[in-house]
């Protein structure tokens, strides 16, 4: 079985190869000869992964899937969640990010967060979501130096470690985007 992913990082590409049964070949917009970006105008994670898996099914006409992922800290309001990559602006890094919300949670008791992916799935012209979250808490300073984007300043429930400490394999067997990978996986196999 064939899936085309609207997405192009590699890292996450891995992820998925690793988690999804060897029936389900998961193509990526480099194989299907798409070098584009894709706007992400949504105000939820919902929507933006809507988005992106309807503007691939509308290019290509094939089963489709895109995800949509992001923290959410709830002495924020929620915040960053669906601006999650570009939360300290434009352009900005992982670590520029870190530093902001390290910066607003200053002298706050409360810093429980969650990760969420939402993974929105067009198969045989039918469309299915699936979610994934982990609950944690926001550290007080940046520890660890693998993983991506918020990994050093969160601390899953039941952990000691940062994602940001773990290995690969650590963090991909309780993340987020594990969970949701493999409500879809079980999806696929049960088709
Ligand atoms: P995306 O939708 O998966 O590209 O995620 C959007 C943004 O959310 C990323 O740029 C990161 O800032 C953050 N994010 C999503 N998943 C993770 C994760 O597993 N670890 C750390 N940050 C993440």
Known sequence: MKLIFAS???YKLQELQSKLNSSIEVLSMRDVGFAGDIDEPGETLEENAKIKAEYIHNLFHENCFADDSGIEINALNGEPGVYSARYAGEGCSFADNNEKVL?????IEDRTARFRTVIHLIYDNQHYVFEGEVKG???????????????????????????AEMTLDEKNSISHRAK??????????NR
């Open 180 to 189: 949701a990978v493999q409500k879809l996986s079980d999806f696929l196999l």
């Open 8 to 10: 192009g990082n590699q």
């Open 137 to 163: 808490k926001i550290t007080m300073t940046n520890k660890g130096v693998d993983g991506f984007g918020y990994d050093p300043i969160f601390i899953p429930d039941g952990q000691i470690k940062t994602f």
């Open 103 to 107: 910066e607003k949670l200053k002298g």
